[in-house]
C-alpha cells in the first residue's frame, strides 16, 4: 500500500521534514530551486520518470498529432506579507510566482508552459496571501529548450489551435490595480435609505479598478505582442470599519492573459462544420470565452 | 421507410421480449448516454458499477505551532484511506470480471458526530472489452482504473494511449504560524514570507513527488489529467491536504506515430 510503513509520528520524518525545509530556504535564497525539484522535473524531460500533464486526453490527442509533448505539472508559489503596500506586494506576489514557474519549466527544458491557472491556500493570516501558479510544461518536437519557457493561460488544445492558425503565443500579460476608497459608510452604501439605488460611488470606484488593471494589462501585452487574449483573474473588495461612521474599502484586481503575435486577417486554415457534440455539460454559455478560465468563484481556483 | 431503423433485437427488447433471457443479464452504470455510445464506439462494454468505501478514524498528530512540518500520520491515512476504497472498487470489478473501471469518482465525506471519521468512497463503471482482448488489463493483470469519463476514455485510445492506474499522492503539511517578534520585524516592510513559501511549495512537491512515483511503480510513460487539490478537512486552520491525482497511461503496443493520429476537425456545436 503504496510507501509508507508508518503508523504514529515519526521523529525521522520530522527531521527529514525540516532537512527539506532547510535545501527550500537556501535555494529560494538564492533564487534557484532544491535539487528534488530538479530531480522530478529532469527526471521527467529525459523519459526515465513519468510525464505529468494537466491536459485532458483530447488534449493529450491534438499535442501529439502536433509534434507537442507534455513534461511535467509545474509550480511557482510565493507567499508574501504586505505590510509596506497591498498595491505593490500583490503585484509583486504574482510576478514572484509566475518567475519560479518559468524556473521550473526551464529545468525540464521545455519551450511553454500551457494551462497557467492562479491557485491560493487560505493561510488566515492578515496582510499576507499564498500566490501560486500551476501549469503544464511542454516541449516542441524539433526545439532546442528555451532559455526563458513562455507561459500562457490557454489550454495545451488552444495552444496547439493558435499555433496552427499561424499565430504565435509570446507570454504571459499581468495587469494589477489596488485602490483605498474611505467615506462615511452610510453614504457609500446607502444605508439609510430603504430603495433601490444604485451605490455611485463604490460602483465607480470599483469600476475604474478594473479599467485601470486592464489597461495595465494592455501596456504590459502591448510590450510582447499585438493581442491579449484568455483572461484569467482575481478580484475582491474588503471593508475596515473605523470611527465616527467612517470606512475604508479596498479593492483589488489583478488579471492575467496570454500575449499573442498575429497577423492582420491571417486566414484560418480550416472549415468550420456544423456538429451534434457528445460531451456531456456541453454547456454553450460554459464555451464562451470568458467563463472558460476559472476565476474567482471556486473554491481552490481563483 | 425509415432510413435508420431501429434494429429488430431493440425493438424486440423494447416489447419486453426478450428482456427475461438477456445472456449477459442486465448491466447498471452512472454513465450518462453519451457516455455509454462512445465506450461502446471504444470497443468496451461495461458490466456495472463497482463501489469501494473506506470508513476511516484519521489519527491525531500535534505540530508545534511555529514549525512547519509534514504531518505524516495524517498524509499517510489519507493516502492509505483512498487507496482501501479504491482497493476494494477494484476487487469488485475483479470479481465481475471487468477488464477495467472508468469514470470514477473519489470522495471523502466527513461525518458530523466525530471530526476524526472520514468516509472515503470511490465509484465507477467497471468495463469489459467487447471481444475479450487482454491487453488492455492495468498493472499485474488487474483490473485498470481511471478518473476520466466515458468521452475521455475513449480520445485516449484514439491518442494512442491506454489507461493503467489512477495513481495519487498526498501529503498533509502543517504550516507555522510565524513568531511575533519576526511579525514585528516586519511592519512597513512588503517581505516574501519565506517560511510559508517554502512550506506551501514543499507540500504541493511532495505531493507531485509521490504521485510521479507511483506512475513509476505502475510501469507509466506519463500522468494525464493532473489535478492538484488543496483541502482542510476540519483540521486546524494551518493545516492543510495537498493531494495530486491523476490517470497513468502507457501507450497501445509500441507508440503510435504521431501522423495516424487522427487530426480533430474544427466544429460549432449547435445542439447546446
Known sequence: MGFFGITRPDPAAGQRSLERQAVWQQALAQNRLPGFVAERLSGAASGKMPWMATMTPAELLVMRSHGIRPVATVTGTCALHYGFSWTRGHAEGWRTAAARLVEEAELCQANAIVDVKMRTAHLGVGSTMDYTLVGTAVKVEGLPPSTNPIAVTVSTIEFARLLEAGIVPVGLAIGAAYQWLQGDWYSVEGSWSGDNQPLTRLGEFWEGIRREALSDMRIDGHRQGNGVLAHIQFGEMLKREGDQNMASYLARYIIMGTVIDTQDRHPVPHDIRTVVDMRDNADLLGALPRNIYPTDNEEGAI | ?272
Not at chain 2, 431503423?5 to 438477456?22: C, E, F
Not at chain 2, 512515483?213 to 492538484?228: I, K
Request: charged share 20%; hydrophobic share 40%.
Open chain 2, 1 to 272: 421507410m425509415n432510413a435508420n431503423p431501429i434494429p429488430q433485437h431493440a425493438v424486440d427488447r423494447l416489447k419486453g421480449l426478450r428482456n427475461a433471457n438477456h445472456p449477459g443479464g442486465i448491466f447498471t452504470s452512472d454513465f450518462s448516454v453519451n457516455e455509454f455510445l462512445l465506450v461502446r464506439k471504444a470497443g468496451f462494454e461495461p458490466v456495472g458499477l463497482c463501489l469501494g468505501s473506506c470508513i476511516y478514524h484519521v489519527g491525531i498528530q500535534y505540530a508545534l505551532w511555529n514549525s512547519s512540518r509534514e504531518m505524516e500520520v495524517l498524509s499517510q491515512a489519507m493516502y492509505s484511506a483512498r487507496e482501501l476504497a479504491m482497493s476494494r472498487m477494484r476487487e469488485e470489478a475483479q470479481s465481475m470480471g471487468a477488464d477495467g473501471v472508468i469514470g470514477v469518482r473519489l470522495e471523502v465525506k466527513r461525518m458530523e458526530w466525530n471530526a476524526h471519521v472520514l468516509e472515503f468512497v470511490a465509484i465507477g463503471t467497471g468495463v469489459v472489452h467487447a471481444t475479450g482482448h487482454q491487453g488492455f488489463k492495468g498493472v499485474k493483470g488487474q483490473p485498470f482504473t481511471s478518473d476520466l469519463s466515458g468521452q475521455d476514455f475513449w480520445t485516449l485510445l484514439h491518442a494512442g494511449y491506454r489507461p493503467l492506474e489512477m495513481v495519487m499522492g498526498s501529503c498533509v503539511y502543517h504550516v507555522a504560524r510565524q513568531g511575533a517578534l519576526k511579525s514585528m520585524a516586519n511592519v512597513g516592510r512588503n517581505v516574501e514570507l519565506t517560511n510559508f513559501s517554502q512550506a506551501l511549495y514543499d507540500a504541493r512537491e511532495i505531493a507531485m513527488e509521490r504521485m510521479q512515483h507511483e506512475a513509476l511503480q505502475a510501469g507509466a510513460e506519463g500522468v494525464v489529467g493532473v489535478d492538484l487539490h488543496e483541502g482542510s478537512h476540519a483540521w486546524q486552520p494551518h493545516i492543510i491536504e495537498f493531494f495530486a491525482v491523476g490517470t497513468a497511461v502507457k501507450p497501445i503496443t509500441t507508440e503510435q506515430d504521431a501522423s495516424i493520429i487522427p487530426d480533430p476537425q474544427l466544429v460549432l456545436s449547435v445542439n447546446s
